[in-house]
């Protein structure tokens, strides 16, 4: 799991916290069951069944609101720890019947300035321990959020909620809308979106710094009411190391356990059996009125299927002379049978090439062009079938040559796909710049997003040799493509035994020098059958445009939804009639304009579903602009950065050489269709943020060096000289 400490926190080990069996422990027993109480299960019981919650000082007083909870520290004036339950359904909206719409922040603004939130103060804080927004003004700190109203969009009261000063943190200037902004989108878009929902707890940390030999907090206040300014903050996902069969109480030390284990990819296993609690205490104190659970087994991820956790658990019948009782673990280890490599390294002996004949002829065989076709052998006789395969592979490589020229003047203009000169790049670029000119005229622009089933399996030969013949391509290219396809037969290979042969009458053979050409020719009198009644209004340049291709993958245009519709009605009818078939599962539609799409388009009978974002070519195309694909990029690289953390910490490979596995591995991944983006100050600032992060985890530099970026940079300008 992401180490999220690692990236705008501060890391910290320890163990578990206490509970005293008393009333409270009774209360805690009791399951709340939504089913069994008129009440709402709110997100604060949920959470405090699931992970429990660290346990409270004199000073912290907990806050429930609708989607959070809040622990606010009276003496410091801010929030101590604020724990979320981050759901899919309330983060994003995929389902095109949801009628939500997004929480315009307009709703939590301010009389004096509708650009800037309201912070509202809390009530149920006295007003001698309550902070205000005044202990802000005229300071270099900057107001973040712990729990960011981005995670509500689709609720007006949880949005407004995140704006109470309960949940505001004094910050440096630049680190709530980079370093912290950049962690949430990664549990937004990277955790939410694969797990379905995590929950998370995030806080401020005041940790010692070290002066003159002795370990001493040092933090600054704000205003009157001496808002205190923590030194680090956390996030930290707590589902995954812990189970469900824990104390319902951690502390501070606690906390930094979870953060261990995630760090180090571990799991605790004695809090994931069903045990009652005399099996989960493992300490007592001498007079037996105090339980705690303080003792654990902690185990690497990949060995958990390995544990039985119905044995995993304390056992406070045996007599071990101390109050802790003894935690039993059954671990059954399945040891793999290592099979003895087939492939033995050939060892050369490289000292033959000092004479100069053997260098001349292994020069000679290294950079020939030419190579028999196969060794002769007491002369024997060679047979057609001998020289069938290379044959074929000849024969096809010149008729793709042959078959090239023609195609470039018939395929339209539309199409990008195995074309020289063009790639998925150009593409993406163009459904963009026509996006953002419509958006800018404000005029409606309707996508549909083809996708055909095994489209390059259900080409059928017989109506590709007519398109042939059709396109005017010449008679004598056409027979040898058609015999080179029907002379090809196949058999099924089952339980050792051939069966029989027979002769495909469609698809194009995969790997084949021909393929591409064929298939772009199958699919253009497809489009040309479609559209030939059909009137665009959507035009570039005053010329009209239907449709931007590449191979099989389509964006359908169109200037409203009727029009829409026309259009994947005779895409729909032209298909079928040369036995392809739109996949209504795959294929979406997608709106650029003010009202949402009103009017049911069908495919095979089913509706197509409107969506907001579409990944097309790899790439997300949004009305939002090149935000949304940025931040999922950033999201992308930072996990592969994560993925390659054993390099990093080699020491035994140089700089340079990491160097160059980052920008080819790594920023490949981000500059992915990068010439699209439009940027402005603030992504300029995040992508730079990214980069610079990226570096510091390659040199392995923590955030407690306290090195700027300019000695970063400096650092790796000095390692690729």
Same mark, same amino acid.
């Given at each position: 799991?992401?180490?999220?400490?690692?990236?705008?926190?501060?890391?910290?080990?320890?163990?578990?916290?206490?509970?005293?069996?008393?009333?409270?422990?009774?209360?805690?027993?009791?399951?709340?069951?939504?089913?069994?109480?008129?009440?709402?299960?709110?997100?604060?019981?949920?959470?405090?069944?699931?992970?429990?919650?660290?346990?409270?000082?004199?000073?912290?007083?907990?806050?429930?609101?609708?989607?959070?909870?809040?622990?606010?520290?009276?003496?410091?004036?801010?929030?101590?720890?604020?724990?979320?339950?981050?759901?899919?359904?309330?983060?994003?909206?995929?389902?095109?019947?949801?009628?939500?719409?997004?929480?315009?922040?307009?709703?939590?603004?301010?009389?004096?300035?509708?650009?800037?939130?309201?912070?509202?103060?809390?009530?149920?804080?006295?007003?001698?321990?309550?902070?205000?927004?005044?202990?802000?003004?005229?300071?270099?700190?900057?107001?973040?959020?712990?729990?960011?109203?981005?995670?509500?969009?689709?609720?007006?009261?949880?949005?407004?909620?995140?704006?109470?000063?309960?949940?505001?943190?004094?910050?440096?200037?630049?680190?709530?809308?980079?370093?912290?902004?950049?962690?949430?989108?990664?549990?937004?878009?990277?955790?939410?979106?694969?797990?379905?929902?995590?929950?998370?707890?995030?806080?401020?940390?005041?940790?010692?710094?070290?002066?003159?030999?002795?370990?001493?907090?040092?933090?600054?206040?704000?205003?009157?009411?001496?808002?205190?300014?923590?030194?680090?903050?956390?996030?930290?996902?707590?589902?995954?190391?812990?189970?469900?069969?824990?104390?319902?109480?951690?502390?501070?030390?606690?906390?930094?356990?979870?953060?261990?284990?995630?760090?180090?990819?571990?799991?605790?296993?004695?809090?994931?059996?069903?045990?009652?609690?005399?099996?989960?205490?493992?300490?007592?104190?001498?007079?037996?009125?105090?339980?705690?659970?303080?003792?654990?087994?902690?185990?690497?991820?990949?060995?958990?299927?390995?544990?039985?956790?119905?044995?995993?658990?304390?056992?406070?019948?045996?007599?071990?002379?101390?109050?802790?009782?003894?935690?039993?673990?059954?671990?059954?280890?399945?040891?793999?049978?290592?099979?003895?490599?087939?492939?033995?390294?050939?060892?050369?002996?490289?000292?033959?090439?000092?004479?100069?004949?053997?260098?001349?002829?292994?020069?000679?065989?290294?950079?020939?062009?030419?190579?028999?076709?196969?060794?002769?052998?007491?002369?024997?006789?060679?047979?057609?079938?001998?020289?069938?395969?290379?044959?074929?592979?000849?024969?096809?490589?010149?008729?793709?040559?042959?078959?090239?020229?023609?195609?470039?003047?018939?395929?339209?203009?539309?199409?990008?796909?195995?074309?020289?000169?063009?790639?998925?790049?150009?593409?993406?670029?163009?459904?963009?710049?026509?996006?953002?000119?419509?958006?800018?005229?404000?005029?409606?622009?309707?996508?549909?997003?083809?996708?055909?089933?095994?489209?390059?399996?259900?080409?059928?030969?017989?109506?590709?040799?007519?398109?042939?013949?059709?396109?005017?391509?010449?008679?004598?290219?056409?027979?040898?493509?058609?015999?080179?396809?029907?002379?090809?037969?196949?058999?099924?290979?089952?339980?050792?035994?051939?069966?029989?042969?027979?002769?495909?009458?469609?698809?194009?053979?995969?790997?084949? @020098? %021909?393929?591409?050409?064929?298939?772009? &020719? !199958? +699919?253009?009198?497809?489009?040309?059958?479609? =559209?030939?009644?059909?009137?665009?209004?959507?035009?570039?340049?005053?010329?009209?445009?239907?449709?931007?291709?590449?191979?099989?993958?389509?964006?359908?245009?169109?200037?409203?939804?009727?029009?829409?519709?026309?259009?994947?009605?005779?895409?729909?009818?032209?298909?079928?009639?040369?036995?392809?078939?739109?996949?209504?599962?795959?294929?979406?539609?997608?709106?650029?304009?003010?009202?949402?799409?009103?009017?049911?388009?069908?495919?095979?009978?089913?509706?197509?579903?409107?969506?907001?974002?579409?990944?097309?070519?790899?790439?997300?195309?949004?009305?939002?602009?090149?935000?949304?694909?940025?931040?999922?990029?950033?999201?992308?690289?930072?996990?592969?950065?994560?993925?390659?953390?054993?390099?990093?910490?080699?020491?035994?490979?140089?700089?340079?050489?990491?160097?160059? @596995? %980052?920008?080819?591995?790594?920023?490949? &991944? !981000? +500059?992915?269709?990068?010439?699209?983006?439009? =940027?402005?100050?603030?992504?300029?600032?995040?992508?730079?943020?990214?980069?610079?992060?990226?570096?510091?985890?390659?040199?392995?530099?923590?955030?407690?060096?306290?090195?700027?970026?300019?000695?970063?940079?400096?650092?790796?300008?000095?390692?690729?000289?």
């Amino acid at each position: 799991m992401f180490n999220f400490t690692r990236l705008a926190a501060a890391s910290a080990v320890s163990g578990l916290s206490t509970v005293i069996l008393k009333k409270q422990d009774i209360l805690n027993a009791v399951t709340l069951r939504a089913a069994d109480c008129k009440e709402p299960c709110y997100v604060g019981d949920v959470i405090k069944k699931r992970v429990g919650f660290p346990q409270p000082t004199a000073c912290c007083k907990p806050l429930r609101f609708k989607d959070f909870i809040v622990s606010y520290d009276s003496k410091n004036r801010i929030p101590n720890w604020v724990y979320e339950h981050l759901q899919y359904d309330k983060v994003f909206k995929d389902d095109p019947c949801d009628r939500r719409v997004k929480v315009d922040r307009t709703q939590c603004a301010s009389n004096e300035d509708k650009e800037r939130p309201k912070f509202t103060p809390d009530c149920r804080i006295h007003g001698y321990h309550r902070a205000d927004a005044k202990d802000y003004c005229d300071t270099e700190y900057e107001m973040g959020l712990m729990a960011q109203p981005e995670n509500y969009p689709y609720d007006a009261e949880s949005f407004c909620e995140c704006f109470t000063m309960t949940n505001i943190v004094p910050q440096v200037p630049g680190f709530n809308c980079g370093p912290w902004f950049d962690l949430e989108c990664y549990v937004r878009e990277k955790l939410v979106r694969e797990n379905k929902g995590v929950y998370v707890c995030s806080g401020p940390l005041f940790l010692p710094c070290a002066e003159d030999d002795k370990t001493v907090k040092q933090f600054d206040v704000l205003g009157d009411g001496e808002v205190s300014v923590p030194t680090h903050f956390f996030k930290e996902d707590l589902e995954g190391t812990c189970g469900q069969y824990c104390n319902q109480a951690t502390n501070d030390r606690g906390l930094r356990l979870l953060e261990f284990t995630k760090y180090n990819d571990l799991k605790i296993m004695n809090t994931f059996g069903p045990h009652k609690p005399s099996r989960r205490w493992t300490w007592h104190s001498p007079g037996g009125e105090y339980h705690n659970q303080i003792d654990y087994i902690l185990i690497k991820r990949r060995f958990k299927s390995s544990v039985n956790i119905a044995q995993t658990r304390s056992s406070p019948g045996a007599d071990v002379g101390s109050d802790h009782e003894l935690v039993i673990m059954t671990f059954a280890l399945r040891l793999k049978k290592n099979k003895k490599r087939g492939n033995i390294r050939i060892k050369f002996d490289v000292d033959k090439l000092k004479d100069p004949n053997i260098l001349t002829a292994f020069q000679a065989n290294i950079g020939g062009r030419f190579a028999p076709l196969l060794a002769l052998e007491n002369d024997q006789d060679l047979t057609p079938d001998d020289l069938a395969e290379t044959f074929n592979e000849t024969l096809t490589e010149e008729a793709s040559k042959l078959l090239g020229k023609p195609p470039e003047k018939i395929i339209a203009e539309e199409q990008a796909g195995f074309r020289p000169g063009r790639s998925t790049v150009e593409q993406i670029c163009n459904v963009r710049i026509l996006m953002e000119k419509y958006l800018q005229h404000q005029q409606e622009l309707h996508h549909v997003f083809i996708d055909f089933k095994k489209a390059f399996d259900r080409v059928w030969h017989e109506a590709l040799w007519s398109t042939m013949r059709k396109y005017n391509i010449n008679s004598n290219l056409i027979s040898v493509v058609k015999n080179l396809y029907n002379t090809a037969t196949s058999a099924v290979f089952c339980n050792n035994n051939i069966g029989d042969w027979f002769r495909t009458t469609v698809g194009v053979r995969q790997g084949c @020098l %021909l393929s591409p050409t064929l298939f772009n &020719i !199958f +699919l253009e009198r497809i489009m040309t059958d479609a =559209l030939e009644d059909q009137r665009g209004t959507v035009s570039i340049s005053g010329r009209p445009i239907t449709n931007m291709r590449f191979a099989d993958d389509i964006d359908g245009l169109a200037g409203n939804e009727c029009e829409l519709a026309s259009l994947v009605e005779q895409l729909d009818k032209a298909s079928s009639n040369f036995g392809m078939e739109i996949s209504s599962e795959k294929t979406k539609i997608m709106a650029n304009s003010k009202e949402p799409s009103k009017k049911e388009i069908k495919v095979n009978g089913q509706i197509l579903e409107c969506v907001t974002k579409f990944k097309y070519l790899g790439s997300i195309i949004t009305d939002e602009g090149s935000k949304p694909e940025i931040l999922s990029r950033i999201a992308q690289t930072t996990a592969t950065v994560i993925k390659l953390k054993p390099f990093w910490n080699k020491k035994n490979i140089s700089i340079s050489s990491k160097i160059r @596995l %980052l920008r080819s591995l790594v920023m490949s &991944i !981000f +500059l992915y269709v990068c010439e699209s983006w439009t =940027l402005n100050a603030d992504i300029e600032r995040r992508i730079r943020a990214m980069e610079m992060r990226c570096y510091r985890r390659l040199l392995g530099i923590s955030y407690k060096d306290h090195t700027t970026n300019e000695e970063v940079s400096r650092r790796i300008v000095n390692a690729t000289c």
